[in-house]
């Protein structure tokens, strides 16, 4: 028997306790023959105290272990054998140990408790279909009377609920090991469907891809099937081999709401049959009617046709003249701009596009090309901010920046709204130009003029105030003004760009030849622009080729801002990747391209942001085709083509519809009649539920009513988890399909609703397993200071101090300090304890020579009284 403290360091008041008792008690008078009994008193309880305070603890021997088994009864670890291996190590017991037997698997049974020492084990049935060795562990520790505790842990370790190695930790924390002894995994031959994987929201008529997973340990023939709801759609032969193999299905959709599709299979070979189908649901509404955005008459049609030959209703209208208001949005489940550059549309018509997919729940999906992403000058627009990704792109190496010289034609043939619309041009591509770019400005008529020299853009205003101050002049010759423009850009060590624009032809034949190889000698490339019907459209396509550029024909002065912006971003090389390359699978939801993928000749390049999904990816790790939730709606970027410039291939791949219907398919809502979105998580044996809507405003509800498996209905509790996301947990739930209704109401009228569901697959027991538990077991005897055990009797063969057991006995001292102090105050107040001072019954009287003193002391108190 021993004591020890939890604070000893508390111990070190009792000295300055004592000091303080003796200087206290040295200054009080107390009556005759009380002192010391008082100053005892005092001592033991202030001693008492301080002894409370460091929290002690009685510690005794404790004869014996206390060990606790836990047995593996699941269905993959099969524990019922490992029974007369505990009775063999139980008869290594020694006279004074104990052992209980706990059973589990999702929930635990006592086999045999501490008080049934010597009784045989019998059994008794826990839920197989899972593996919680925390709850094991904690059913252990409850057991456990502390000190001189073990725990065996009999397992294969493969945990599918809880957390062991967090109880682990508190298990270490208390001093109790773990012993373990790890089960074999062998599974024998078995096959098992995997997964079925489907589009989340589909139509009826859509012809869909089901991907089925199959896995196996061993090589058979089997029968693979699909049911739509009870009927069966399709069936063929395979053969499988050791491992995982994905098989894709063709279906064609069927019904309405939420529809259950089921695989299955029937091996030749197996062991469990369990574990041979699997649920998918996929929910069947409306043909979405969708809005396709142009920015250029055709560059939706590719798209359109795909879409409108699965039966979805299409509007296709021009960037000019399509109508974004939010009133007008409202009609459409999901809206596609196809390669529309941001300043084809107006700040409010971008920002009712946010609002549709943040608040209305409504998709977005943006597609590429020369004016769209960062050439289309999305970055810090709306657009930016609700697209999976940013238009900001990480450089290899830093860009050295441009420098570009605008050569503009302001004969008299350019006067009035030609030349009005080629200075905004000018001014359009000034604001996209960067910091470390400089500009020059060169107009001609007859003659050349140097507006602007090459200047850097510290001061754009000054450089605006030039271009809007350019006047009209007289006739037209280009040579002189090109050859100053080069002549302004060679020396320049930065990337060298000129952009000519002219509407005219130029009379005189000049030596052009030996300027464009001046050009490209010095790395100066040249882009023209031929304005209107009567340029010399062949003349400044020659100019363009010679010189290593690109040449246009805008037959309206309103196409020039956009020219002009295109041509300033492809000339600073940030975004345009004009490469041919395969793109590279990342999500098995891009699989309808799966196999032979076709190449693509570029891209705009982009980088994806934290929260997004990149499905297929580029040669140089761009995002091609990217996803993300926003707000209640979705969006989706695919940073290529869709109308031929870079996707030949694409649009000739048999998968190019199907891709394009399994993104709407994913971007458009489902089953609500208002903003709720419903999602569902397996976790474990349980599942989690959010309900996501705008925030609830006063008077407003929301109720979510769960119809299990079996057709029981009861309404779930919902906890707030964010803005305007509520969340519900099922603890369990069994095998079989769930069904989901989302209702809001304002003042008992119903506002919105919204149907979901989820299917919950066999139990993960009867999952083939490509891994091994052992390693999580050595893990957790290594934390708990544990052994991995192999024969029984090494159970109780514990080369370890005797066990001991601490008794907290802080409240039982605290309670005597209690007791003596009314003793204290009864010594103080009535002068000692009775009888003390008498003997045989006589008083001794006071000596004379004290009585006299007192009657001394009475006397002058009494003289003083009357003084006053």
């Known amino acids: 028997m021993g004591l020890s403290f939890a604070s000893p360091w508390y111990l070190l008041l009792l000295l300055p306790g004592a000091v303080l008792l003796a200087v206290y008690n040295g200054r009080r008078r107390y009556p005759p023959g009380s002192r010391a009994l008082i100053l005892a008193l005092r001592g033991a309880i202030i001693a008492l105290l301080v002894l409370a305070l460091a929290g002690p603890h009685l510690v005794t021997a404790v004869p014996g272990f206390s060990v606790v088994y836990l047995l593996d009864r699941s269905h993959s670890a099969r524990g019922e054998d490992y029974i007369p291996w505990i009775s063999r190590s139980l008869k290594a017991m020694g006279p004074k140990d104990r052992a209980a037997v706990v059973a589990f698997g999702r929930d635990t049974r006592l086999l045999k408790p501490f008080a049934m020492a010597g009784l045989p084990v019998t059994g008794a049935e826990v839920d197989a279909e899972f593996t919680d060795l925390q709850r094991a562990l904690e059913t252990a520790y409850s057991l456990l009377p502390g000190s001189g505790s073990r725990i065996v842990l009999i397992s294969d370790g493969l945990e599918n609920s809880g957390d062991a190695l967090a109880q682990a930790e508190l298990l270490a924390r208390a001093g109790i090991p773990v012993d373990v002894l790890p089960l074999s995994t062998e599974q024998g031959d078995e096959v098992a469907v995997g997964n079925i994987a489907l589009p989340k929201n589909t139509w009826p008529g859509q012809e869909v891809v089901a991907e089925v997973t199959v896995e196996s340990t061993v090589a058979t023939a089997a029968e693979l099937m699909v049911f739509w709801g009870s009927n069966l759609v399709f069936r063929t032969e395979v053969e499988l081999s050791p491992g995982s193999q994905s098989f894709s299905v063709p279906l064609v959709v069927q019904g309405q709401n939420l529809q259950r599709v089921r695989a299955s299979i029937e091996p030749?070979?197996?062991?469990?049959?369990?574990?041979?189908?699997?649920?998918?649901?996929?929910?069947?509404?409306?043909?979405?009617?969708?809005?396709?955005?142009?920015?250029?008459?055709?560059?939706?049609?590719?798209?359109?046709?795909?879409?409108?030959?699965?039966?979805?209703?299409?509007?296709?209208?021009?960037?000019?003249?399509?109508?974004?208001?939010?009133?007008?949005?409202?009609?459409?489940?999901?809206?596609?701009?196809?390669?529309?550059?941001?300043?084809?549309?107006?700040?409010?018509?971008?920002?009712?596009?946010?609002?549709?997919?943040?608040?209305?729940?409504?998709?977005?999906?943006?597609?590429?090309?020369?004016?769209?992403?960062?050439?289309?000058?999305?970055?810090?627009?709306?657009?930016?901010?609700?697209?999976?990704?940013?238009?900001?792109?990480?450089?290899?190496?830093?860009?050295?920046?441009?420098?570009?010289?605008?050569v503009i034609d302001k004969s008299s043939s350019m006067a009035g709204e030609k030349l009005n619309m080629a200075k905004n041009a000018a001014l359009r591509a000034l604001d996209v130009l960067k910091e470390r770019d400089r500009l020059g400005v060169i107009t001609f008529d007859t003659s050349y003029y140097e507006e602007i020299g090459l200047t850097p853009l510290a001061d754009k205003e000054k450089i605006a105030e030039v271009i809007r101050g350019i006047r009209e002049g007289g006739g037209t010759v280009i040579y002189h003004a090109l050859e100053a423009a080069v002549r302004m850009l060679e020396g320049s060590t930065k990337a060298k760009h000129i952009i000519l624009l002219s509407d005219g032809q130029e009379g005189s034949q000049f030596n052009y030849q030996s300027l464009l190889e001046r050009a490209r000698a010095g790395g100066?490339?040249?882009?023209?622009?031929a304005l209107g019907e009567q340029a010399d459209s062949r003349h400044m396509r020659f100019l363009a080729e010679e010189g290593n550029g690109r040449s246009y024909e805008a037959l309206q002065g309103r196409d020039l801002p956009e020219i002009f912006i295109q041509e300033t971003v492809l000339a600073g090389g940030e975004w345009l990747v004009e490469e041919p390359f395969v793109p590279v699978l990342l999500h098995p939801d891009a699989v309808a391209l799966a196999g032979d993928m076709p190449g693509f000749g570029g891209y705009i390049a982009s980088t994806a942001k934290p929260l997004a999904e990149v499905l297929l990816g580029t040669h140089r790790d761009h995002p091609l085709l990217a996803r993300?939730?926003?707000?209640?709606?979705?969006?989706?970027?695919?940073?290529?083509?869709?109308?031929?410039?870079?996707?030949?291939?694409?649009?000739?791949h048999p998968g190019f519809a199907s891709l394009w219907l399994?993104?709407?398919?994913?971007?458009?809502?489902?089953?609500?009649?208002?903003?709720?979105?419903?999602?569902?998580?397996?976790?474990?044996?349980?599942?989690?539920?959010?309900?996501?809507?705008?925030?609830?405003?006063?008077?407003?509800?929301?109720?979510?009513?769960?119809?299990?498996?079996?057709?029981?209905?009861?309404?779930?509790?919902?906890l707030p988890a964010g803005?305007?996301?509520?969340?519900?947990?099922?603890?369990?739930?069994?095998?079989?399909?769930?069904?989901?209704?989302?209702?809001?109401?304002?003042?008992?009228?119903?506002?919105?609703?919204?149907?979901?569901?989820?299917?919950?697959?066999?139990?993960?027991?009867?999952?083939?397993?490509?891994?091994?538990?052992?390693?999580?077991?050595?893990?957790?005897?290594?934390?708990?200071?544990?052994?991995?055990?192999?024969?029984?009797?090494?159970?109780?063969?514990?080369?370890?101090?005797?066990?001991?057991?601490?008794?907290?006995?802080?409240?039982?001292?605290?309670?005597?300090?209690?007791?003596?102090?009314?003793?204290?105050?009864?010594?103080?107040?009535?002068?000692?304890?009775?009888?003390?001072?008498?003997?045989?019954?006589k008083v001794r009287p006071a000596p004379p020579a004290e009585e006299e003193k007192a009657d001394e002391v009475m006397e002058r108190l009494l003289a003083a009284k009357r003084k006053k």
């Open 268 to 406: 030749a070979v197996d062991t469990e049959a369990r574990n041979n189908s699997m649920d998918g649901l996929t929910f069947v509404q409306a043909p979405p009617r969708v809005l396709v955005v142009e920015g250029r008459p055709g560059k939706g049609a590719a798209l359109t046709g795909a879409l409108t030959a699965a039966g979805l209703a299409v509007d296709t209208r021009p960037a000019d003249n399509a109508d974004l208001s939010p009133v007008a949005l409202a009609a459409y489940r999901a809206v596609v701009l196809a390669d529309v550059p941001a300043y084809a549309l107006q700040e409010a018509e971008m920002q009712a596009l946010e609002n549709f997919v943040r608040v209305l729940g409504g998709g977005l999906v943006a597609t590429g090309g020369r004016t769209s992403f960062g050439l289309g000058m999305y970055q810090d627009t709306p657009l930016e901010e609700l697209l999976p990704v940013s238009m900001e792109v990480e450089q290899k190496e830093e860009l050295p920046g441009l420098d570009m010289v605008l």
């Open 524 to 529: 100066i490339s040249i882009s023209t622009i």
């Open 628 to 652: 993300w939730q926003y707000g209640l709606g979705r969006a989706v970027a695919f940073t290529s083509d869709t109308y031929g410039m870079w996707s030949m291939d694409f649009l000739a």
């Open 662 to 718: 399994d993104i709407l398919s994913w971007v458009t809502p489902s089953g609500s009649s208002g903003d709720i979105a419903l999602e569902s998580r397996l976790q474990g044996a349980g599942v989690e539920i959010s309900a996501l809507t705008s925030p609830l405003e006063e008077g407003e509800s929301l109720a979510v009513t769960l119809v299990d498996a079996r057709g029981n209905e009861r309404e779930l509790e919902l």
């Open 723 to 841: 803005r305007g996301m509520y969340t519900a947990s099922l603890e369990q739930a069994g095998q079989g399909v769930y069904l989901l209704s989302a209702t809001r109401r304002r003042d008992g009228v119903v506002v919105a609703q919204a149907l979901g569901g989820f299917a919950v697959p066999y139990p993960p027991e009867f999952q083939i397993q490509r891994y091994s538990g052992r390693g999580l077991l050595e893990q957790i005897a290594a934390q708990t200071g544990g052994r991995v055990l192999s024969e029984p009797q090494e159970v109780f063969n514990v080369k370890a101090a005797p066990p001991r057991k601490s008794t907290d006995i802080t409240w039982w001292l605290a309670l005597a300090a209690i007791v003596l102090w009314p003793a204290d105050i009864a010594l103080r107040r009535f002068g000692g304890l009775p009888g003390r001072g008498r003997r045989r019954g």
